[in-house]
């Protein structure tokens, strides 16, 4: 009975990271734009043996992103003044994971986004000159890019229930539309309204193929209390996708910024969990959690414009399986925003020889939910 208990209890976590972490798609709450493809923690029964088996899930993240930051500094004045920019961020994801055998599996992910991005400076600016600065919104809706992984456990999960290692290895594809157009109000010859490219952080996708690495562990202290740990890292070598800013008509020296950059992703997240025996299949945890944009990409150029930075977060979750169904929720609260300073904003500090360095909106926190099922 013990026996069956600590399998029990093993597996119970290593669900909990693999649903909790799979809608964590490292997207970024708010300008600091990240791309709706998802990460996953690949689930292996401990207890299995090499029967193949299929997990479904499905998860959702919402976000709210108006507060400005330049540096670690917020610019209060902005939500004063009325002339913040609001993002509203919803992405539903779709994995699909076969699980080959108690150490393999292998796992697609199909995002679809929603956003909505309502502004004052992107309308109503004509030949440098604001003719009817009003409050407007643009939009994109559709399929983000898609992504595949595989996922080996180091250790076998048959002989360490108490800690192990999974490996990850992935594909990104630039299946997002990264050229998403939507009316700017107010900007054409006599204040009509011109089809715009959306700015970077409501694309669809980055326009990049990326490669992923995952690394997700546990260790339990007990049959019931345990931590985990989770890293994810997207490399982009792309340097910039074509796609037009339109910042250089905010001002001639940001004609740097004329192009989006195709950045790197990272997101890490660690903490502690917890199983209540007595409540049959409900897990809590809390951890801290960091993602962001990197200022340079590990391979390839790093010009172009970005908005990096990164957020730090508190993290509870709750994690609830009923046969095969499990479901699931985390809301990351912000502790912490850096919108850091950029290739092009070093570029432009040294032609001026003033200190440039932009501003980025950020969420105070994000909703995440979801269901997976195995059959």
């Known amino acids: 009975m013990k026996k069956s208990s600590s399998l029990y209890s093993v597996f119970i976590i290593i669900l909990f990271i693999t649903n909790l972490f799979i809608t964590q798609k490292t997207n970024a709450q708010g300008c600091v734009a990240i791309k709706g493809n998802a990460t996953s923690c690949m689930m292996v029964h401990p207890d299995s043996t090499n029967v193949a088996q299929w997990q479904f899930t499905t998860s959702g993240r919402y976000f709210k992103s108006f507060r400005h930051f330049s540096g670690t500094t917020e610019n209060k004045d902005r939500l004063i003044q009325g002339t913040e920019v609001i993002n509203y961020s919803s992405i539903v994801n779709l994995s699909l994971t076969r699980i080959i055998d108690n150490r393999w599996s292998a796992m697609v992910d199909i995002p679809i986004l929603n956003n909505v991005r309502s502004s004052l400076y992107e309308h109503g600016l004509v030949d440098g000159v604001y003719v009817k600065k009003e409050r407007n919104t643009t939009s994109s809706f559709g399929l983000g890019d898609i992504r595949f992984a595989v996922y080996r456990w180091l250790l076998d999960p048959l002989k360490n229930k108490k800690i192990n290692i999974q490996?990850?290895?992935?594909?990104?594809?630039?299946?997002?539309?990264?050229?998403?157009?939507?009316?700017?109000?107010?900007?054409?010859?006599?204040?009509?309204?011109?089809?715009?490219?959306?700015?970077?952080?409501?694309?669809?996708?980055?326009?990049?193929?990326?490669?992923?690495?995952?690394?997700?562990?546990?260790?339990?202290?007990?049959?019931?209390?345990?931590?985990?740990?989770?890293?994810?890292?997207?490399?982009?070598?792309?340097?910039?996708?074509?796609?037009?800013?339109?910042?250089?008509?905010?001002?001639?020296?940001?004609?740097?910024?004329?192009?989006?950059?195709?950045?790197?992703?990272?997101?890490?997240?660690?903490g502690f969990n917890y199983l209540f025996n007595h409540i049959h299949g409900l897990t809590l945890a809390a951890g801290a959690r960091v993602e962001g944009i990197p200022v340079y990409d590990i391979i390839g150029g790093s010009g172009d414009f970005r908005r990096p930075g990164y957020i730090w977060s508190v993290e509870p979750s709750v994690n609830y399986e009923y046969k095969k169904v499990i479901l699931f929720a985390s809301v990351p609260f912000a502790v912490a925003r850096n919108r850091t300073q950029s290739v092009t904003d070093k570029e432009n500090s040294a032609t001026t020889g003033t200190h440039v360095q932009g501003d980025a909106a950020f969420a105070d926190y994000t909703i995440n939910i979801g269901l997976s099922t195995r059959f």
């Open 167 to 270: 490996l990850g290895l992935g594909l990104k594809l630039a299946t997002g539309d990264y050229n998403y157009k939507d009316y700017w109000h107010n900007v054409g010859p006599n204040g009509t309204n011109e089809l715009r490219p959306v700015d970077q952080s409501i694309q669809l996708g980055d326009g990049g193929t990326g490669i992923t690495l995952e690394l997700n562990t546990f260790y339990n202290f007990t049959d019931n209390f345990g931590m985990y740990g989770n890293f994810y890292y997207l490399s982009n070598p792309r340097e910039q996708n074509g796609t037009r800013t339109y910042r250089e008509t905010l001002s001639p020296r940001l004609a740097n910024e004329a192009i989006s950059s195709v950045p790197d992703q990272y997101m890490a997240r660690a």
